[in-house]
């Protein structure tokens, strides 16, 4: 598997039955709608500021539902959204969406150990399931839940919205079609300057905090769609400054990929420091993405002066659009559940190689 293209990569390792989580026909499509209903499971930032006003914006799909296990933010939502009393669950009714027609995807915005229950959950209930980075906190949780949705026919879709946004497909398209020569080195860099308060789940290692979970898994999976392959090789350091606020977990890392023909790419990632950047070396010149991963928008440039300035589209709202017509379509969705996994795979064998000292590992 270690030289296998990525295409090649994420067709093989759902099995035969993965056919249905890259939105063959074999997935249930829903009766014809001209907007698919949408359930937000977890209520916390990014679902309050991003995810829900983007829902507000989209063409494929709206708003319907909620599962929260906060009752007080339920009448704030209701009154926002205009969501019936029939479409708000908690997480001990979620079950229920089974039996809720208004309600055709799951889209789980929870701490990263909850992934996994609950997108099997909105899976077993027959519901496509949208599900944050990282997948999960690890390859046997990823692997159920690509499991869960092959078995009960519903695409599992990973949000990696980056994939989504116009200049990231660029330069996705110059590493393919090697615009600027084969691609000879990646770097690339995500974090932010952050205080985090007593009980924040990311300081906590059994709920999957930590720099290189939450932001580490963007320069891991921009150096997988820039160059199209699968790295054989990783290793990587864990480091924390402030152990106060992180007692159990990593407050920065640095990483190294290697990638079939040796080439190989270096990353970093912090909640201690911002970086904003993925920088990529070819044979006949250079592209970047600097900011390559802000809400507010992502530019770039090249070494022949193309300019690539940032998109104003909503985000949030571009992603969700893109997975609800691919469901509606039963065309394979940009970031299948096989994605996820493989960031996974490479996130758990760089803590490897850093309880090891820093030695390579195998991937």
Wanted: hydrophobic share 35%.
């Amino acid at each position: 598997m270690n030289n296998i293209s990525r295409k090649n990569f994420l067709i093989k390792a759902g099995s035969a039955l993965a056919v249905s989580s890259f939105g063959f026909p074999n997935i249930i499509t829903p009766k014809k709608k001209e907007k698919l209903g949408v359930a937000l499971v977890g209520l916390g930032n990014y679902a309050t500021n991003w995810l829900a006003p983007g829902l507000l914006e989209t063409e494929h799909c709206e708003l319907r539902g909620i599962v929260t296990g906060s009752p007080e933010k339920i009448p704030v939502w209701q009154e926002r959204y205009g969501i019936p009393d029939g479409n708000v669950y908690n997480y001990q009714t979620m079950h229920k969406v089974a039996d809720n027609d208004d309600i055709d995807v799951v889209y789980i915005v929870l701490p990263n150990h909850m992934h996994a229950e609950y997108s099997i959950i909105g899976a077993k209930a027959g519901k496509h399931v949208w599900c944050e980075k990282p997948m999960a906190m690890d390859e046997a949780e990823c692997q159920a839940m690509i499991d869960a949705a092959n078995k009960n026919r519903v695409q599992l879709t990973i949000g990696y919205r980056m994939q989504h946004e116009p200049n990231t497909q660029t330069i996705i398209r110059y590493g393919k079609e090697q615009t600027y020569g084969a691609i000879t080195k990646m770097e690339s860099g995500g974090g932010f300057s952050g205080n985090f308060e007593e009980g924040a789940w990311r300081t906590f290692a059994a709920k999957g905090g930590g720099a290189l979970y939450d932001m580490g898994v963007y320069p891991i999976n921009a150096f997988r769609y820039s160059s199209g392959m699968e790295p054989v090789a990783v290793k990587g350091r864990l480091t924390t400054e402030r152990t106060e606020m992180f007692p159990d977990v990593d407050e920065a890392a640095v990483f190294e990929l290697k990638f079939p023909g040796g080439l190989k790419a270096y990353g970093e990632c912090s909640f201690a420091e911002g970086m904003n950047y993925l920088d990529i070396e070819c044979t006949d010149g250079w592209y970047n993405l600097r900011p390559f991963l802000s809400y507010s928008g992502v530019r770039g440039e090249t070494s022949s002066g193309t300019q690539l300035p940032p998109d104003p589209a909503h985000q949030q709202a571009r992603q969700m659009d893109n997975d609800a017509l691919a469901i509606k379509e039963g065309t394979p969705p940009i970031v299948p559940g096989e994605d996820g996994l493989a960031d996974v795979r490479i996130v758990r064998a760089i803590m490897k190689s850093s309880d090891k000292g820093e030695e390579w590992v195998e991937v």
